[in-house]
T-cell receptor, first 114, second 113 residues
Framework: ETGVTQSPTHLIKTRGQQVTLRCSSQ?????VSWYQQALGQGPQFIFQ???????GRGNFPPRFSGLQFPNYSSELNVNALELDDSALYLC?????????????FGPGTRLLVL | GQQVMQIPQYQHVQEGEDFTTYCNSS?????IQWYKQRPGGHPVFLIQ?????EVKKQKRLTFQFGEAKKNSSLHITATQTTDVGTYFC?????????????FGTGTLLAVQP
């Protein structure tokens, strides 16, 4: 186990709704990265937060937003859900920027948009 | 935009055979990481390569980073059923506000006992 937790584990929403996913980072880690993994594909980088500020963003629209809190836990918010948003959402924590240090992934949240 | 491709997409081997997956980036990378994801699981970090031409070994796994820092490979010697899973490379480029880790398309390894 990595010590990275995510909630909820599964979620079903309908188109147009909004969703908030949560991630608790491993102790001692100040960076959280979020990824979207569609079935049969590799994780796609959404963004990362370093010391409560966004530091790097992938090709995702503004309706994907996030927060990092003083304890370095993080939230991913998705507005105006679309069917294509159905995926496994993974967060990963690290001691520095993703790509510089080992990332530890959480178990993920499986989101289904109907 | 930057792309990271892996080949093959799928490999089926008999237990004991060797396996290699190749990773190619459209741009030069600062470093590259490798992950393993078991079916139904989450990615697990295996290793990070930073230097041009670097070679690292972990038991039966050998990782290489190309001289131009645009390609990498993972070789498994004498596969075991526990090696089953999808292997991803992930390339990283320092870019200030555009720092991001780009995962490859992955290679799914099936090992027949």
């Amino acid at each position: 186990e990595t010590g990275v937790t995510q909630s909820p584990t599964h979620l079903i929403k309908t188109r147009g709704q909004q969703v908030t996913l949560r991630c608790s980072s491993q102790s001692g880690h100040n960076t959280v990265s979020w990824y979207q993994q569609a079935l049969g594909q590799g994780p796609q980088f959404i963004f990362q937060y370093y010391r409560e500020e966004e530091n790097g963003r992938g090709n995702f629209p503004p309706r994907f937003s996030g927060l990092q809190f003083p304890n370095y836990s993080s939230e991913l918010n998705v507005n105006a859900l679309e069917l294509d948003d159905s995926a496994l959402y993974l967060c990963a924590s690290s001691r520095a920027l993703a790509g510089e240090e080992t990332q530890y992934f959480g178990p993920g949240t499986r989101l289904l948009v109907l | 935009g930057q792309q990271v491709m892996q080949i093959p997409q799928y490999q089926h081997v008999q237990e004991g055979e060797d396996f290699t997956t190749y990773c190619n980036s459209s741009t030069t990378l600062s470093n590259i990481q490798w992950y393993k994801q078991r079916p139904g699981g989450h990615p697990v970090f295996l290793i990070q390569l930073v230097k041009s031409g670097e070679v690292k070994k972990q038991k039966r796994l050998t990782f290489q980073f190309g001289e131009a820092k645009k390609n990498s490979s993972l070789h498994i010697t004498a596969t075991q059923t526990t090696d089953v899973g999808t292997y991803f490379c992930a390339g990283f480029n320092y870019g200030g506000a555009t720092n991001k880790l780009i995962f490859g398309t992955g290679t799914l390894l099936a090992v027949q006992p």
